[in-house]
């Protein structure tokens, strides 16, 4: 039987993170145990698989990433170190045992040799793997480093940071080149939107912050949800994001006119921890504290319009259903999502883009 949507895949410890191979139907976890999983996730019933299993690491995994060709999975964990799994067969390839000072917390390939890592004490580093070490090493920031973006031609590299700061370093010249002033709150995310000429950070405080691509100092606009926070974001399209929260809904917003669009599913009460979209944008996977990794159908989202004109709605009330299981049917069905009227966006600085979702 086909589902419009894989099974949940269900696992004995909380996994923190997920990612979906570029190209096949793979998704890989790491968990609070420090073990790494690679399964196949099909939309025919009762056809995930678990390839297999490692438990190289010492403590919790804190993020996986396949690398671009697809055939190396990155992992780094609390207990400092990254790992190089092979995606095949899950040997692990490459070990840097002790490649920071503190916990580790996430890592970006930038392309098939270089990577970069951020850590739980704000230092940031970039590595060659045919150098076997770093060609750049910063420690720019005061907190956690929570998430990292590279722009298509890997020569700019932004991470995101619990001072509430976003870093912009130079992968090609090997050198830092600013900070953002800081925001309210934590940043928790950050993305490229229109075209790379605007970046994203959601934030601790429920704020998604945007900023030029040159002119990374200072937000040009913030725009409030009506949410607790915004944890994790990934884009859907050049206008749109899905945004964890941890409420455990899973909102997808237009960004610039600024809209909640809806609910695309929910983890029932249990914070998201990471998103991860398939390649073709069609289908999303969610990781919560519920110890679920789950699917969601975004489809519909990528023909969606968003017009300039702000409706007047009536306040308080739901969400609107953006997927089948988002609502309405059984465990799936959230019945206290009412805490949604229309958001404020607030401009902090005149912006002319504002047009349509494309």
Not at 188 to 214: H, M, P, Q
Request: hydrophobic share 35%; charged share 25%.
């Amino acid at each position: 039987r086909l589902r419009d949507a894989p099974e949940d895949i269900c696992f004995e410890a909380t996994a923190n993170a997920i990612a979906l191979h570029p190209a096949r139907p793979l998704l890989a976890a790491g968990d609070v145990d420090g073990d790494v999983y690679l399964y196949s996730y099909s939309c025919t019933e009762g056809e995930n698989r678990q390839l297999w299993s490692s438990g190289h690491h010492l403590k919790s995994c804190r993020d996986v990433a396949f690398s671009q060709d697809g055939q190396k999975l990155f992992t780094v964990s609390k207990d400092k170190s990254v790992h190089i799994l092979t995606v095949e067969e899950g040997r692990l390839e490459t070990r840097f045992p002790k490649a920071h000072g503190s916990a580790l917390n996430c890592v970006l390939p930038i392309d098939n040799n270089v990577f970069a890592t951020g850590d739980d004490g704000g230092a940031v580093k970039v590595w060659d793997l045919r150098k076997e070490g770093t060609i750049l090493e910063a420690r720019q920031q005061e907190e956690y480093i929570s998430a990292m973006a590279v722009d298509g031609n890997g020569k700019i590299l932004l991470t995101a940071s619990g001072d509430g700061t976003l870093g912009v370093f130079n992968v090609r010249r090997r050198r830092f080149e600013l900070l953002s002033e800081p925001q309210n709150g934590d940043l928790t995310s950050v993305v490229l939107l229109k075209r790379g000429k605007k970046v994203a950070c959601g934030s601790s405080e429920g704020t998604i912050y945007l900023f030029n691509w040159d002119g990374f100092g200072a937000a040009s606009d913030r725009f409030a949800l009506r949410a607790e926070s915004v944890d994790c974001m990934v884009p859907i399209t050049d206008s749109i994001v899905c945004v964890g929260s941890l409420d455990g809904v899973i909102r997808a917003v237009n960004v610039l006119p600024s809209r909640v669009l809806g609910c695309v599913g929910q983890h029932l009460g249990e914070p998201i921890e990471q998103l991860a979209v398939a390649p073709g944008g069609q289908l999303l996977a969610s990781c919560a504290h519920d110890q679920k990794v789950k699917f969601w159908n975004v489809s519909a989202l990528r023909g969606l319009v968003v017009d300039d004109y702000r409706k007047k709605k009536k306040k308080g009330g739901p969400l609107r259903a953006l997927s089948s299981k988002a609502v309405g049917s059984g465990e799936d069905f959230f019945a206290d999502l009412r805490d949604e009227a229309e958001p404020e966006a607030v401009a902090a600085g005149s912006d002319s883009d504002s047009d349509g979702s494309d």
